[in-house]
C-alpha cells in the first residue's frame, strides 16, 4: 500500500509537470518567435495559394528573430471557408496565420452567414495581387472584345458554384451584359480551361497568370482585362474594363491577402509583415516569380492593403444578389 | 528526343538519382502499407523537404515514393485484409484468402510481378501515345465522362451477380453518401446536417478505411481464429514468390487487360483513378468460365487488380504532361512541386522540357523495379506477418487506421466517421452485402452527378448531346450489352441443357 502511495504520488507530479509545459507561462514581446509559426492555406496542396506560401516560407523565416520556422498547413475544404475560419478562431498569439481569397471568401459573406469578419482581422500583407482578365479559347473563333460583345449564346467554364472564376464570370456578364450561361463544376481552374480547349464553352474569367501559359501555346486569346485602373504591363495589347466604359469592372481582382486572428498584438503582426515584404523582394523570390510565371507581390502597406479591399467590396456590394 | 532520354538517364543513373529514387521508393512503399497514410499524404510531407534541391532530383524523389506506394498497399491488402490505400480494394478479395491458405508469399509475388509490369505496360504506352494525346484527351467531354462513368455504375450490377438486390442497396448507399454536401454545380448543399464537416460532404478515406479496416479488425476480433492464417505456412526460400512471378504469366491476358484498363482511366482525366482496380477486377469475372471462385482466392483477382492500379499511374502522367492538368491527387501534387522549382506546367512542357518527362518515366519505371524487387526479398518475412496471432494484429490494426485517418486532415470527426464505418461495414459483412459496390457508387456518384449536369449546360440543355456524340453512344451500347449478356448467356445455356 505504501508503495502505491508513493509511486501515485510520482506520476501525479510528472503529470504536472507535464501539463505545464503544454501551457507555459505567457512569453515576452521580446522572445517572439521562439516556436514555429502556422502559416495556414484553406486549399489544397499543390494549387496556385499553396505553391507561392511553400515558395516564400523558407525565405521569410530567415526574417524573422531567431529565425524561426514558419509551417504551412493546409486546411481545405468549404471553398477555402474552412481554413479561414480556423485563423479567424485560432489563438491571437501570432503563432498563426493564414491567406484569405478576396473577393471569393469576402462575397460568400456578404449573402450567407460566416464565422468571421474581414473587418476585424489584423492584417499583415498582400502576397500576391493581380487584375482578372477574360480569356477566350482558340477553338471559339472569338479574337476580340467586340467579337466578345457580338456572340450570341456565349458560355463561361468556372469551377464550381462560390468559386473564383465563377464569381468572376457572373460578375463580368452582369455589368457587360452578355447574357451568358455559366457551365459550372469543373475540378479547377486547370479543368476549366481544358474544357474550354475541349469546347464545353468559350470563355473564362481568372487571374491573369493563371491563364497566360495557354496564351504561349495559342490555346487561349486574352479579350478583356477586368481589374485595374489602366492596362496590364503583362497585357499590353487588351483593353482593360474601365476604358471601354465599365469601370464597375476594376473591382475584379483577386487578393491572396495574409491575415492573422482579430486580437494579434501589433508588435507581432509588425515582426510578420516585415519579414513578408522582406522575402517579397528577396532576389531568390524575384527569381522564382519570373522562372516560374507567378505573381508575387506587389508590397502593400496595411493601410493600401485595407482600401484596396474596402473598394472591392464596394464593387461587389453593388451586385451581391448575383452570389447567393 | 533521344539526347533527352540520354540526359534523363544520366540523372537517374548518377548516384545521387539512384539514392533519391529509391529512398522515395521505400518511402512510398512503408507509407502504402500503412492503411490511411499512402499516396498524396506521403508526396505531400516532401514538398517543403525539398524546396532548393536540384529539381531533376526532387523530381526523382517524387516519382519514388509513387512507385512504391501501389505496391505497400497490396502488403496490407493480402496480409490484412485491409488495403494500404483505396486502389488496393481489390486486392483484398482474392489476396486475402491466399494468405488465408498459407499463400500469402505466392500472392506478394503476384502484386509485385504485377504492378512492376503493369506500370512497365502504361509506361510504354504514355510514350508511343504522347503524339496523339492532345486529340485523345479532348475527345473526353462531358457526355464522354457521363457514359463511362455510367459503364463503371454498371459495374455494381456485375459485381452482385449472386446477390443482386443486395449488391443494388449497397451500391445505392454509396451513391446517396457520394451526394452529401455542397454541390458544385448547382449551389445547394445536401444532408449536410448544418455543420461545416458535412459541407464538403463524406471523405473518401474514412469511409474507406472504415468499411474495410476497421471492420476487419471487428470480425478478427469475433473469429476463432489464431493467426490470420488458417494452414500451416511453408516458408520456401522465396516464400513463395516465384510461383506468383508465374502466375502473372499463366494469366496474361488478364494482366494486359488490367494494365489497359488502369492506363485509359489515368489517362482520362476527371474519373476516379481509384476505379481502375475494381473495373479491372470486375471485367476479370465477367470474362471467366469459373466466376464463382473470384473471391475464394483466385490468383487471377489479385492479377487483375495489381496490374491495373499501378498502370494508372503512367495513364494519368499523360494529361499531366500534356496539358499540365493533374490526371490524378498524386499529380497535382507533383504539379505543385513543378512550380515550387520554378518549372511551369503546361502544353510547354513536352517541348521545353523534354529530359525531365523522360526523368520522370524512367524514374517511375526504376521505382517500381525497385518496389517489386524489394518485395520479393522481403517476402519471407512478410509472410511471417500471417503466423502472429490476431491479438497483435487487430491492435494495430485499429491504432494505425485511425492514424491513418486523423492525420489525412487533422480532423477529429474523421476517426468517429471511420469508426461508424466500421461497424456498418462489419454488419454488411455478416449479412452478405457485398462492399465494392458502395465504394463504386460512391467514388462515382457525385462525378456522374456533375457530368450529367454539365453535359446539359454545355448543350443549352438539350439531351441530343448524349445520342449524337460518337464515343457516348458506343459506350451506352456497351453498357447495356454488359448488363443484358449474362442474362441471355445464361438462358441460351439452361435452354441448351434441356
Known amino acids: ?324 | 528526343m533521344l539526347d533527352a532520354i540520354l540526359s534523363a538517364l544520366t540523372v537517374l543513373l548518377s548516384a545521387k538519382g539512384l539514392l533519391f529514387v529509391s529512398l522515395g521508393c521505400i518511402w512510398g512503399l512503408i507509407l502504402g502499407a500503412l492503411p490511411g497514410v499512402g499516396g498524396p499524404t506521403g508526396l505531400i510531407l516532401f514538398l517543403p523537404i525539398t524546396f532548393g534541391m536540384d529539381p531533376n532530383v526532387a523530381m526523382l524523389l517524387y516519382v519514388g515514393v509513387m512507385g512504391g506506394s501501389p505496391f505497400g498497399g497490396s502488403i496490407s491488402a493480402i496480409l490484412l485484409n485491409v488495403p494500404g490505400t483505396p486502389i488496393n480494394a481489390a486486392t483484398c478479395f482474392d489476396g486475402y484468402p491466399m494468405a488465408r491458405r498459407g499463400e500469402a508469399g505466392k500472392a506478394l509475388g503476384i502484386s509485385a510481378t504485377a504492378s512492376c509490369l503493369g506500370a512497365f505496360f502504361s509506361l510504354i504506352i504514355l510514350v508511343g501515345i504522347l503524339p496523339i494525346a492532345r486529340t485523345i484527351i479532348l475527345a473526353f467531354t462531358p457526355p464522354e465522362f457521363f457514359m463511362v462513368i455510367l459503364f463503371g455504375l454498371a459495374t455494381v450490377v456485375m459485381t452482385s451477380r449472386g446477390n443482386m438486390i443486395k449488391g443494388f442497396i449497397s451500391g445505392g448507399i454509396g451513391i446517396i453518401l457520394s451526394l452529401v454536401g455542397f454541390c458544385n454545380v448547382t449551389g445547394g448543399v445536401r444532408y449536410s446536417l448544418g455543420t461545416e464537416y458535412l459541407w464538403d460532404g463524406i471523405e473518401l478515406v474514412p469511409i474507406f478505411i472504415g468499411v474495410f479496416a476497421v471492420s476487419e479488425a471487428l470480425r478478427l476480433a469475433v473469429s476463432k481464429r489464431e493467426t490470420i492464417s488458417e494452414e500451416s505456412v511453408v516458408i520456401t526460400k522465396l516464400g513463395g514468390a516465384w510461383e506468383g512471378f508465374k502466375e502473372v504469366f499463366r494469366y496474361k491476358w488478364t494482366f494486359i487487360r488490367g494494365s489497359a484498363i488502369g492506363t485509359i482511366i489515368g489517362i482520362i482525366p476527371g474519373v476516379g483513378g481509384v476505379v481502375a482496380n475494381f473495373l479491372s477486377y470486375t471485367t476479370a469475372i465477367q470474362l471467366s468460365k469459373h466466376p464463382e471462385t473470384f473471391g475464394q482466392g483466385n490468383p487471377e483477382g489479385v492479377v487483375a487488380s495489381e496490374s491495373a492500379n499501378n498502370a494508372k499511374d503512367g495513364g494519368a502522367l499523360v494529361p499531366t504532361v500534356v496539358f499540365g492538368i493533374p490526371g490524378s491527387l498524386e499529380m497535382a501534387i507533383l504539379l505543385g512541386a513543378f512550380i515550387l522549382h520554378g518549372l511551369v506546367p503546361g502544353p510547354a512542357m513536352l517541348k521545353d522540357h523534354l529530359d525531365l518527362v523522360w526523368i520522370l518515366i524512367l524514374g517511375l519505371a526504376f521505382s517500381n523495379l525497385v518496389a517489386s524487387s524489394l518485395g520479393f526479398l522481403l517476402v519471407r518475412f512478410l509472410v511471417r506477418i500471417t503466423t502472429v496471432s490476431v491479438s497483435y494484429i487487430i491492435p494495430t490494426i485499429v491504432v494505425l487506421s485511425f492514424t491513418g485517418v486523423f492525420a489525412m486532415r487533422l480532423e477529429l470527426w474523421d476517426i468517429l466517421v471511420a469508426a461508424i464505418f466500421g461497424l456498418v461495414g462489419y454488419g454488411m459483412r455478416r449479412h452478405g452485402f457485398p462492399l465494392v459496390p458502395l465504394v463504386i457508387g460512391y467514388v462515382l456518384g457525385a462525378i456522374a452527378e456533375k457530368s450529367f449536369h454539365q453535359s446539359l449546360m454545355v448543350a443549352y440543355g438539350s439531351y441530343s448531346i448524349f445520342f449524337t456524340r460518337p464515343i457516348p453512344v458506343i459506350l451506352l451500347v456497351l453498357t447495356v450489352l454488359s448488363l443484358f449478356l449474362p442474362f441471355f448467356l445464361s438462358k441460351h445455356q439452361s435452354k441448351g441443357d434441356k
Open chain 1, 1 to 324: 500500500m505504501k508503495k502505491f502511495k508513493v509511486l501515485n504520488l510520482i506520476v501525479c507530479l510528472l503529470v504536472l509537470l507535464g501539463l505545464n509545459e503544454m501551457n507555459p507561462i505567457p512569453a515576452q514581446a521580446e522572445d517572439y518567435p521562439n516556436k514555429p509559426i502556422v502559416w495556414v492555406v484553406p486549399y489544397g496542396p499543390g494549387g496556385g495559394f499553396d505553391v507561392i506560401a511553400r515558395a516564400i516560407a523558407p525565405v521569410m523565416q530567415e526574417y524573422l528573430p531567431r529565425k524561426a520556422n514558419i509551417i504551412i498547413k493546409n486546411i481545405d475544404g468549404a471553398g477555402g471557408r474552412r481554413g479561414v475560419t480556423w485563423v479567424y478562431k485560432a489563438k491571437p498569439d501570432g503563432y498563426t496565420f493564414g491567406y484569405t481569397n478576396i473577393p471569393g471568401q469576402l462575397v460568400y459573406g456578404l449573402v450567407n452567414k460566416v464565422d468571421y469578419d474581414f473587418s476585424k482581422v489584423e492584417w499583415i500583407g498582400n502576397v500576391s495581387s493581380e487584375p482578372v482578365a477574360i480569356y477566350a479559347s482558340t477553338a471559339s473563333g472569338i479574337k476580340t472584345f467586340e467579337d466578345m460583345m457580338k456572340t450570341p449564346k456565349l458560355k463561361f467554364g468556372s469551377g464550381g458554384k462560390g468559386s473564383g472564376e465563377d464569381i468572376n464570370a457572373r460578375f463580368a456578364d452582369a455589368i457587360l451584359d452578355l447574357k451568358a450561361s455559366v457551365v459550372t463544376g469543373y475540378a479547377g481552374s486547370h479543368e476549366v480551361i481544358l474544357g474550354l480547349i475541349r469546347g464545353d464553352a468559350h470563355l473564362i474569367a481568372i487571374t491573369i497568370s493563371s491563364g497566360y501559359q495557354y496564351v504561349s501555346s495559342g490555346d487561349l486569346k486574352p479579350i478583356l482585362v477586368m481589374g485595374g485602373k489602366k492596362r496590364d504591363p503583362v497585357l499590353p495589347d487588351t483593353p482593360v474594363g474601365i476604358e471601354k466604359g465599365y469601370k464597375d469592372l476594376a473591382a475584379g481582382m483577386l487578393y491572396r491577402a495574409v491575415f492573422a486572428p482579430p486580437g494579434t498584438p501589433g508588435e507581432r503582426t509588425n515582426i510578420l509583415s516585415t519579414a513578408l515584404s522582406k522575402a517579397m523582394q528577396d532576389p531568390r523570390i524575384t527569381k522564382w516569380s519570373k522562372d516560374s510565371d507567378r505573381q508575387v507581390g506587389p508590397v502593400m502597406t496595411n493601410k493600401e492593403l485595407k482600401e484596396a479591399i474596402d473598394e472591392i467590396i464596394v464593387g461587389y456590394s453593388k451586385y451581391k444578389e448575383l452570389f447567393r
